[in-house]
């Protein structure tokens, strides 16, 4: 019981954080900040991937069990994404602009803490013949 409670706070701590993005966003797309200070239309479309997997991770933590491929999802797309960053990283830094390995470590973490708190598969119960 304890470990459901923990991952349902999980959770929604998770899900609220992917969530968060919308505030940045909004003004991102509001002020055309990708067109005119970054000159990139990736960002925004980068930041978007957040916000269906807060509201996924938030309706999970309803009832995890049932959700355990839209957790499992959920860690392996934090764990990729840290991946990338990672690699990006190392590359800033081999031609010499430095770049915080914090929110690798972040994505990281977060994707290994929903992989561990992944609820188990449920056993398939065999039907009894007469």
Do not use: C
């Not at 069990?65 to 590359?91: C, D, F, K, P």
């Amino acid at each position: 019981m304890k470990r459901e409670l923990l991952t349902r706070i999980v959770l929604v701590i998770v899900g609220l954080l992917n969530l968060a993005v919308i505030y940045p966003l909004t003004l991102d797309l509001w002020h055309s900040n990708w067109l005119l200070e970054h000159q990139s239309e990736v960002m925004p479309m980068f930041m978007s991937f957040f916000i269906p997997i807060g509201v996924s991770l938030l309706v999970a933590a309803m009832r995890p069990s049932e959700y355990r491929s839209m957790i499992a999802l959920a860690a392996w797309w934090h764990i990729s994404h840290g991946t990338v960053m990672a690699i990006q990283t190392v590359e800033a830094w081999t031609h010499g602009v430095h770049r915080n390995f914090l929110d690798v470590i972040v994505f990281l973490v977060v994707g290994g803490v929903l992989l561990a708190l992944l609820p188990a598969k449920r056993k398939e119960v065999k039907p009894v013949h007469a």
